[in-house]
């Protein structure tokens, strides 16, 4: 794929320093292995927010998927229907959201951006309830979009366009300029993005900075589902948000794509378990990479593990078979570590099998 396009999906917020933090401090959760257990008969299914899923993870929302191979969006709808795992519909989603949900059969959860004003807002919450989703994801860590130098460097926007100085970038990769060409220039199918003077439309720069706990007062009212709040990186957050009763908290920083300076995801994890107890649904992403990675997350106290960037390496790579190879190979690789920590299902993978220092 193009350096411009390749430097959207892999690049983070400043130095980048934060996204790699997320994987090594993943890296640094040593698993404790047991043996003489008998693992031969091990099940992945994970009851989680009212319903039994076929794996203990799925696929992150991720905005303008189609822009790393076209059809992205379908694609990934119908792997989560055949491996039956939730998938995050963005807002910025490539597909509407009414497709999305239909190809993956009911397994995906719609995640929510705030709009310019509250009709626009509302009405795309209103639009996720009569497609069918049961999950509703607030994204609360985007107040302001981030610095991310590839992209200014690079001059890659939403909505997207190729200019002059794309020429050569776009040459050197013929297949993606020609599957570009014929499939059309991907674009947000939930929204219209519009850079417009007078601000009307939905724009990808505005209306995010505006939402507070009185809005997530607000959409819990009006929202009859599974309400999520996703970008928690604070115990103080994670309580408060609790005491709104959202279903549950979502702990991510983005995968380091918004604040450079922020903590390792993974190291507020096990803080945020602690202060909700035991009893309150975690989700959690950034830095999740393979199966270790899975069950590092879930000893260290979340109940569902979301992946990102690594699903589009995986679509951009070699497209849906490439996506297919990449579940497959995860799911082999999460079993084996489940039978390492002589585990039968994910449930049992919790702080017990964190290897102790001493």
Known sequence: MPRLVYDALDGAAGRETSSQENMSALQAVKLQSRVLVNVAERSLKTSFLGRQWHLPFGVAPMGMCDLFWPGADRALARAAKTYGFPLGVSTMSSSPMEQIIEEAEGNAWFQLYAGQSDDETYALVERAQNSGYQTLILTAD????????????????????????????????????????????????????????????????????????????????????????????????AKRAMSINVDAVYVSNHGGRQLESAPPAISRLSKIRTVLGDDTSVVFDSGVRNGDDIARVLATGADFVMLGRPILYALAGRGENGLNEFLRLLIDEFSIVMAQLGCTEPAQINHECIASED
């Open 142 to 237: 985007v107040p302001a979009l981030p610095a991310r130098p590839r992209d200014y460097r690079n001059g890659f926007a939403v909505p997207f366009s190729m200019r002059p100085n794309h020429f050569f970038d776009f040459a050197f990769h013929p297949k993606w300029s020609l599957q570009t060409l014929i499939n059309g220039i991907p674009s947000p199918k939930n929204v219209a993005i519009k850079k417009n003077k007078d601000h009307s439309g939905f724009r990808r720069e505005s209306g995010r900075d505006r939402i507070d706990w009185d809005f997530l007062s607000e959409l819990r009212t009006r929202w009859k589902g599974n309400l999520v709040l996703k970008g928690v990186m604070s115990c103080e957050d």
